[in-house]
């Protein structure tokens, strides 16, 4: 069992199309990050978020921690080809020592068409 | 600044033979991570490193075992590779356990036959 259910796991649009990922689970984290991964790379951080109900913006990416702080959407407006890439979440557990350990999701393929 | 680099970038192994995976990183960071990377499972922790003299196992250890040589370096070794050690290998590090972000290399892909 997954402990981080990432939905879609495939997705492909048109350039310009919106779209939403989500990220889900049953657990409480303690922080939530989102990372992009292009073919033959490792992945790279786009963003972090800790607080419950927190919004972060980068450009025409918006991402959201639940306010339970066990959920996240990254939601990518008017999508370009340049977004198409494997997208991550990943989340510390709450409470404890847990280390440096990094949960992922499973990742969604987004692939946006010209 | 190289940042997180990785050798060999590929490798083909036959079941019961051994190898090492090479990690090194140049941003001075005391934290260091094994990844492994599978189609529809995400990436996976086979063990991580605190701090140097430092390692403990993540999700996936067995058939693994890592060494940290020093601060800048940390190896990943398969004593007898089996194909469900099929994968893509990554190696992370960040400044310290507790601190956010984690940089990544550009990975191994091993084939185990």
């Known amino acids: 069992t997954q402990l981080l259910e990432q939905s879609p796991q495939f997705l492909s649009i048109q350039e310009g199309e919106n779209l939403t990922v989500y990220c889900n689970s049953s657990?409480?984290?303690?922080?939530l990050q989102w990372y992009r991964q292009e073919p033959g790379e490792g992945p790279v951080l786009l963003v972090t978020v800790v607080t419950g109900g927190e919004v972060k913006k980068l450009k025409r990416l918006t991402f959201q921690f639940g306010d339970a702080r066990k959920d996240s959407s990254l939601h990518i407006t008017a999508a370009q080809t340049g977004d198409t890439g494997l997208y991550l979440c990943?989340?510390?557990?709450?409470?404890?020592?847990?280390?440096?350990?990094?949960?992922f999701g499973q990742g969604t393929e987004l692939s946006v068409k010209p | 600044n190289a940042g997180v680099t990785q050798t060999p970038k590929f490798q083909v192994l036959k079941t019961g033979q051994s190898m090492t995976l090479q990690c090194a990183q140049d941003?001075?960071?005391?934290?260091m991570y094994w990844y492994r990377q599978d189609p529809g499972m995400g990436l996976r922790l086979i063990y991580y490193?605190?701090?140097?003299?430092?390692?403990d196992k993540g999700e996936v250890p067995n058939g693994y075992n890592v060494s940290r040589l020093n601060k800048r370096e940390f190896s990943l070794r398969l004593e007898s590779a089996a194909p469900s050690q099929t994968s893509v290998y990554f190696c992370?590090?960040?400044?310290?356990?507790?601190?956010?972000?984690?940089?990544f290399g550009p990975g191994t892909r091993l084939t185990v036959t």
């Open positions: 990943a989340a510390r557990r709450a409470g404890g020592n847990q280390g440096g350990k990094l949960i």
């Open positions: 657990s409480v984290f303690s922080s």
């Open positions: 992370a590090s960040s400044l310290g356990t507790m601190t956010y972000e984690q940089y």
């Open positions: 941003m001075n960071h005391n934290s």
């Open positions: 490193s605190a701090s140097e003299g430092t390692t």
